[in-house]
């Protein structure tokens, strides 16, 4: 299969096992396209454009790793356990390692999560949420404190500037 095959068919994978409107918080499977085509049109590679679509797939859906790796490969997986909470975990704990955990496996799950945040401060900027907004600037914020000065790359400049 090409690239675009594999995109095609992660996007299909995530919107059939996406829960509606109903049972969200926010539109996630708008979030997913937007964290997708902003990664695919960066010319990122298809690991990280594809695992980008599917971030958030543990967390919203009753998918598990293990269909996960089946349906995709490793590389995907680990990026997407990378970026995905540990919801054992304290709330107050759960933003923490999850940035661990993305900078112990590679820059990809950083840019993942570069551009996750940036779509949902965008997201939460044009709402009426302030809570929600100063959560998304915090864990923004969070993200740039922790972000190696050695990862250059126009994704986290772009998250500079919005801070």
């Known amino acids: 299969m ?14 059939s096992h996406m829960g509606t409107m109903e049972e969200l918080w926010k539109p996630t499977l708008l979030h997913s396209i937007n964290v997708w085509s902003d990664l695919f049109n960066s010319w990122y590679d298809e690991n990280i454009v594809i695992a980008g679509f599917l971030h958030d797939i543990i967390e919203d ?8 790796e089946k349906e995709f490969w490793q590389t995907v997986l680990m990026l997407i356990l ?54 998304s600037k915090k864990l923004l914020n969070m993200f ?16 500079k500037n919005l801070s």
């Open 82 to 135: 990378s970026n995905s909470k540990n919801l054992d975990l304290s709330k107050e704990e759960r933003d923490q390692d999850l940035y661990n955990r993305c900078l112990k496996h590679w820059k990809d799950a950083m840019i993942i999560k570069a551009a996750d945040i940036f779509d949902n401060y965008k997201y939460f900027s044009g709402t009426n949420d302030l809570e929600k907004f100063e959560r």
């Open 144 to 159: 740039l404190s922790v972000l190696p000065s050695d990862y250059n790359d126009p994704i986290f400049n772009r998250l």
């Open 61 to 68: 859906t009753k998918i598990n790793s293990d269909i996960i």
């Open 2 to 15: 090409n690239k675009y095959e594999n995109i095609e068919r992660a996007i299909k994978f995530l919107s």
